[in-house]
């Protein structure tokens, strides 16, 4: 599996925005950018996931540079809520030799201020 | 629509006994995953299952730890004469699919 890499820890102030990296510089044509969370005591929860063109939803936005090597997970305006270590996870398609688990890594763990 | 169910939520067994922990998964998904979370540490992938079969269980440790997802009923993680190690949190997700795996609040073992 192609390996992610993110910051340790970041910090935000409450209702600005904050952009979360991910580098993926041997991620391959098939593979998906998924974005999950953990909050304090609870299960992952899926955010958001995209191949090649930006993504929005109700949570967040999803930036994916041109040439896929890196992504950018957008909360539009932090909530306190939003305080949990954000994990970017790559999966690929079955079909392509992907297989069903989801291989998490350390995740960046945000911070937002009051 | 209710979401991934475990349960208990807290278990707490002696060096030695059995651990049975339960989970329900979203009503219409077939697919079900385990996976633990030791203190400090990230999410492992420990088994995947079907209705009535193990598809993945590459995560699984060899020895004590099982598991099932019969026809009827929920799947069931067993691990058999816990020890301290096996202290951690044990999450379910299910997906419909093979699609995005939404999961459970999870289980906290604490062995004594």
């Known amino acids: 599996d192609a390996k992610t890499t993110q910051p340790n820890s970041m910090e935000s102030n409450e209702e600005e925005p904050v952009h979360l990296p991910c580098n993926h510089s041997t991620i391959s044509g098939t593979d998906y950018i998924h974005w999950y969370r953990q909050l304090p005591s609870q299960g992952p929860e899926y955010v958001i996931h995209?191949?090649?063109s930006n993504v929005n939803n109700r949570m967040a936005s999803l930036a994916i540079a041109e040439d896929r090597k890196s992504s950018t997970l957008i909360l539009h305006r932090a909530t306190l809520r939003d305080a949990a270590v954000y994990y970017c996870i790559l999966r690929r398609p079955i079909t392509q030799g992907g297989s069903e688990k989801l291989v998490f890594g350390k995740g960046t763990k945000l911070t937002v201020n009051p | 629509n209710a979401g991934v169910m475990q349960n208990p939520r807290h278990l707490v067994r002696r060096r030695g006994q059995e651990a049975r922990l339960r989970c329900s998964p979203m009503k219409g998904h077939s697919h079900v995953y385990w996976y633990r979370q030791l203190p400090e540490e990230g999410l492992k992938f420990m088994v995947y299952?079907?209705?009535?079969?193990?598809?993945?269980e590459s995560g699984m440790p060899k020895e004590r730890f099982s598991a099932e997802f019969p026809k009827e009923g929920p799947s069931i993680l067993r691990i058999q004469q816990v020890v301290r190690g096996d202290s951690a949190a044990y999450f379910c997700?299910?997906?419909?699919?093979?699609?995005?795996?939404?999961f459970g609040p999870g289980t906290r073992l604490t062995v004594l």
């Open positions: 299952l079907q209705k009535e079969n193990i598809i993945d």
């Open positions: 997700a299910s997906s419909p699919l093979r699609d995005t795996q939404y």
């Open positions: 995209g191949l090649t």
